[in-house]
């Protein structure tokens, strides 16, 4: 059975940092992709950072280039998505998702339960 | 404002059928990309309804049903039931400016 543990969501001051972490099972974890979507309170998805199997490739949306990183750990099984100058409209819960290949990644097949990230003073 | 465009809501007594529509543009569901459909109840994760423009994953219902056409899609629940009722996305590729897997705002199912 496939299974995604989202964890590291907290409370987190303005311009501070936070590292997520997706523990994976029940699949082999290298064969896919893996990405983070994010959904704030009371709003709709938003597709937000994509990783390879490899970690060769790795894409982000615009809201958060330049500050949020996606990396890997296939050894662990795990996939991580690090935060810095965090902002309040960062606050939301984070997803991870893995990627549903179809000739190319066409969107998600499986996702965590979501990780709660609270900005605010 | 979402890449993709839904209705913020619709609604059925239970039977009936619905459809929720989702508008694109040449560079997503225009540009031929698969459309995926997901189904959200209250303080979860989303699932996967709908892959490959009318495509269901094991064990979702078959009277859920998806298509497309040119820049638009839908998404028709057919014999709509109360444990049906919940929040549905869209989903698709975008090879233009807007990022490359892009969402609706999400259509909130209300069975009557």
């Known amino acids: 059975e496939v299974q995604l543990v989202d964890s590291g969501g907290k409370l987190v001051q303005p311009g501070g940092s936070l590292r997520l972490s997706c523990t994976a099972s029940?699949?082999?974890?290298?064969?896919?992709?893996m990405s983070w979507v994010r959904q704030a309170p009371g709003k709709g998805l938003e597709w937000l950072s994509y990783i390879s199997g490899t970690s060769l490739e790795t894409f982000y949306a615009d809201s958060v280039k330049g500050r949020f990183t996606i990396s890997r750990d296939n050894a662990e099984n795990s996939l991580y998505l690090h935060m810095n100058s965090l902002r309040e409209e960062d606050t939301a819960v984070y997803y991870c998702?893995?990627?549903?290949?179809?000739?190319?990644?066409?969107?998600?097949?499986?996702w965590g339960q979501g990780t709660l990230v609270t900005v605010s003073s | 404002q979402s890449v993709l465009t839904q209705p913020p809501s619709v609604s059925g007594a239970p039977g009936q059928r619905v459809t929720i529509s989702c508008t694109g543009s040449?560079?997503?569901?225009?540009?031929?990309?698969?459309v995926l459909w997901y189904q959200q109840f209250p303080r979860t994760a989303p699932k996967l309804l709908i892959h490959?423009?009318?495509n269901r994953p094991s064990g979702v219902p078959d009277r859920f049903t998806g298509s497309k056409s040119g820049t638009s899609a839908s998404l028709a629940i057919s014999g709509v039931q109360a444990e049906d009722e919940a929040d549905y996305y869209c989903?698709?590729?975008?090879?233009?400016?807007?990022?490359?897997?892009?969402f609706g705002g999400g259509t909130k199912l209300t069975v009557l």
């Open positions: 040449s560079s997503n569901i225009g540009a031929g990309h698969d």
């Open positions: 998702a893995r990627g549903l290949w179809s000739g190319y990644y066409t969107g998600f097949d499986f």
């Open positions: 989903q698709s590729y975008d090879s233009g400016l807007s990022g490359r897997w892009v």
């Open positions: 490959g423009d009318n």
């Open positions: 029940g699949f082999t974890f290298d064969f896919y992709s």
